[in-house]
């Protein structure tokens, strides 16, 4: 399954964080920052620190909850 991506972002869904409930919230943070694959850069955080990193990034609204019907599946994706 391959997952979503900005260039799909026409065929996506944005679904606004503040519509999940705290929990779904925390789930969906805790689930996307201990994916396999995923690369913050140089500096290593700790799970923590990256939760609350996209945390803010969905609060400032510089990232977006993608949900592709198609596919079933959901990430998180940088706003232009």
């Known amino acids: ?9 026409a065929d996506m ?8 409930t ?4 925390d789930g969906l943070i805790e689930e996307l920052v ?3 694959g995923t690369d913050y850069g140089d500096v290593e955080l700790t799970t923590e620190e990256k939760a609350a990193n996209l945390r803010k ?6 990232a ?3 949900f592709s019907p198609e596919t ?4 998180v994706i940088p706003r232009d």
Not at 22 to 25: K, S, T
């Open 64 to 66: 977006a909850i993608a």
């Open 57 to 62: 990034a969905l609060e400032e609204k510089r």
């Open 13 to 20: 869904l944005e679904i606004p964080w503040q519509k999940l």
């Open 34 to 36: 201990t994916r396999d």
């Open 1 to 9: 399954m391959s997952e979503p991506s900005a260039n799909d972002s």
């Open 72 to 75: 079933e599946s959901w990430s």
């Open 22 to 25: 705290p929990e779904a919230l």
